[in-house]
């Protein structure tokens, strides 16, 4: 239970930076870093979260923005799933768990899947959406074993 306990907190995490960063004003976007982020334990980890969606938020490029918004979408539902399938594991649900754990690994393939399409993705979010995609897979395929001996 605890692995899923750290993949909820981290999807959850990764859902408060999107919408924190959908609000930030990015014209201050090296002095809201220089600003929060020091004050953090890992500071190094704060830039680098905090830096891609800033420079996401600023383009200019419309097939960007709708790209961006595409993933805004796929990432919320990713977390719903995920905090749905850690619900039906406390349940003892682990079929239905495994289901949707299975749609946040494709939610969040499918935003990952976006960055195949031109225009070329100039800040590092892609890199951010392919951790998120890997840790869904991996809580895709423990729920799916945990589900086999249940089926």
Same mark, same amino acid.
């Given at each position: 239970?605890? *692995?899923?306990?750290?993949v909820g907190f981290f999807l959850c995490c990764v859902?408060?930076?999107? *919408?924190?960063?959908?609000?930030?004003?990015?014209?201050?976007?090296?002095?809201?870093?220089?600003?929060?982020?020091?004050?953090?334990?890992?500071?190094?980890?704060?830039?680098?979260?905090?830096?891609?969606?800033? =420079?996401?938020? =600023?383009?200019?490029?419309? =097939?960007?923005?709708?790209?961006?918004?595409?993933?805004?979408?796929?990432?919320?539902?990713? *977390?719903?799933?995920? =905090? *749905?399938?850690?619900?039906?594991?406390?349940?003892?649900?682990?079929?239905?768990?495994?289901?949707?754990?299975?749609?946040?690994?494709?939610?969040?393939?499918?935003?990952?899947?976006?960055?195949?399409?031109?225009?070329?993705?100039?800040?590092a979010l892609q890199k951010s959406i392919k951790n998120?995609?890997?840790?869904?897979?991996?809580a895709c395929h423990l729920t799916h074993f945990i589900?086999?001996?249940?089926?």
């Amino acid at each position: 239970m605890g *692995v899923f306990s750290y993949v909820g907190f981290f999807l959850c995490c990764v859902l408060f930076f999107g *919408v924190v960063l959908s609000h930030a004003d990015t014209t201050l976007q090296n002095d809201t870093i220089s600003t929060i982020c020091p004050n953090t334990s890992n500071p190094l980890l704060c830039w680098q979260m905090l830096k891609p969606g800033l =420079e996401a938020k =600023e383009t200019a490029n419309l =097939e960007l923005k709708k790209r961006y918004s595409y993933c805004s979408k796929s990432i919320k539902s990713t *977390v719903t799933d995920i =905090e *749905v399938a850690q619900e039906y594991m406390g349940y003892g649900s682990y079929i239905v768990a495994d289901l949707n754990t299975m749609g946040a690994f494709t939610d969040s393939g499918d935003c990952l899947n976006s960055f195949n399409q031109p225009p070329p993705e100039p800040s590092a979010l892609q890199k951010s959406i392919k951790n998120l995609n890997d840790i869904c897979e991996i809580a895709c395929h423990l729920t799916h074993f945990i589900a086999g001996d249940d089926a």
